[in-house]
């Protein structure tokens, strides 16, 4: 038996990318020109390499994932390989069962891995209330 809510049923033909992108095409353009080698993708959850190497437990869950070098830490010359960013799919249509609740919280997941490529880190984004 089907446990939660199929949220995508709630999106009203709005695919869980589309919200992604959704996400993206609202942020300010000045922030677009530094995404130009990001790469944005869509996972169903992280990976046994990803959570190996994030050190997770098999209890907890992440909704989205940074792997890259922050612009901050980029020196000129550099031949750096693009950043991605995850989106995992699956743990937050599990957590967010409704459309406003689900589109806010890929907003605040695709900002708050952005935010990494500026060089913020976790820690630096609770001392500005960001989560």
Not at 26 to 54: C, D, G, H, K, M
Not at 63 to 81: A, F, K, N, R
Not at 119 to 124: K, L, Q, V
Request: no cysteine; hydrophobic share 40%; charged share 25%.
């Amino acid at each position: 038996m089907k446990q939660r809510t199929d949220a995508l049923k709630l999106m009203a033909g709005t695919t869980f990318a589309d919200l992604v992108a959704e996400v993206l095409d609202n942020l300010p353009p000045v922030f677009a020109r530094y995404l130009e080698t990001v790469e944005i993708v869509v996972a169903p959850r992280p990976s046994r390499e990803q959570r190996r190497a994030l050190g997770l437990s098999p209890w907890q869950t992440i909704y989205g994932l940074y792997e890259g070098v922050p612009i901050t830490e980029q020196q000129s010359g550099d031949i750096v390989p693009p950043a991605i960013i995850t989106i995992f799919q699956e743990p937050l249509e599990r957590d967010f069962r409704t459309r406003s609740a689900l589109r806010e919280q890929i907003r605040r997941t695709v900002l708050h891995e952005i935010a990494h490529h500026f060089g913020i880190s976790d820690e630096r984004l609770r001392e500005l209330d960001a989560y």
